[in-house]
């Protein structure tokens, strides 16, 4: 049974960098068919997707528009997991994120999500 | 781009069926079969209920069904029961890298 476990810190200070990792069990971050997501949620954006990470010979990154410039998702094979990274947060970032895959990552449907973190953006 | 239009709310008896609606554009819902429509209960992360607009992945009830036609998307769901009792999400593939979620639908079972 597949399963992504999300783990990272709650709290971040605007203008600091907001970090979470996804562990992956049951499915490999190098999959061929698969892309590996961060969806965030929020009362203000509803569901937003940010990002994918996935492997076809070579490492390739997706990013939103809308957090283009202050995004960056890596792969770590050695831990079979991935990471969001978010730079220069302000309080509109405040939201549940999840990791999330796609199964086939032509077919852009999330087929399996993590439990979610809430992260909270405030001094 | 603009998030996909779906009703604030919707609610229905039980037994009875429901249809949710999920309008989009022309570059987004109406030109792609890369619809999908998600499940979430209060506090918990969503589940896939449809994909490719009308296909349901193993373990959902076949009570669920979903469709399109040109701009709009629409989820069903038959024989209302209690546990349906959730916000509906719909999403659409919007062309290179990109994918729009709707505002959400909260489902009240009477």
């Known amino acids: 049974q597949v399963q992504l476990q999300q783990s990272g810190p709650g709290l971040v200070k605007p203008s600091q960098t907001l970090s979470l990792t996804c562990a992956i069990s049951g499915d490999s971050v190098s999959s061929n068919i698969a892309a590996w997501n961060w969806i965030r949620q929020s009362p203000s954006r509803g569901l937003e997707w940010l990002g994918r990470t996935y492997y076809r010979s070579k490492w390739y990154n997706d990013y939103a528009v809308s957090v283009k410039s202050r995004i960056t998702i890596n792969p770590d094979t050695s831990k079979n997991q991935f990471s969001l990274q978010l730079n220069s947060v302000t309080p509109e970032d405040t939201a549940v994120y999840y990791c999330?895959?796609?199964?086939?990552?032509?077919?852009?449907?999330?087929?399996?999500w993590g439990r979610g973190t809430l992260v909270t953006v405030s001094s | 781009q603009s998030a996909l239009t779906q009703p604030a709310s919707v609610s229905g008896s039980p037994g009875q069926s429901i249809t949710i609606s999920c309008t989009g554009t022309?570059?987004?819902?109406?030109?792609?079969?890369?619809v999908s429509w998600y499940q979430q209960h209060p506090g918990k992360a969503p589940k896939l209920m449809i994909s490719?607009?009308?296909k349901r992945p193993s373990g959902v009830s076949n009570r669920f069904s979903g469709s399109k036609s040109g701009n709009t998307a629409s989820l069903t769901i038959s024989g209302l029961q209690t546990e349906d009792e959730a916000h509906y999400y719909c999403c659409s593939y919007a062309g290179g890298t990109s994918v729009v979620f709707g505002g959400g639908t909260k489902l009240t079972v009477l």
């Open positions: 490719e607009v009308s």
């Open positions: 022309s570059s987004d819902v109406g030109s792609h079969y890369l």
């Open positions: 999330v895959r796609i199964e086939v990552a032509a077919y852009w449907y999330f087929d399996l």
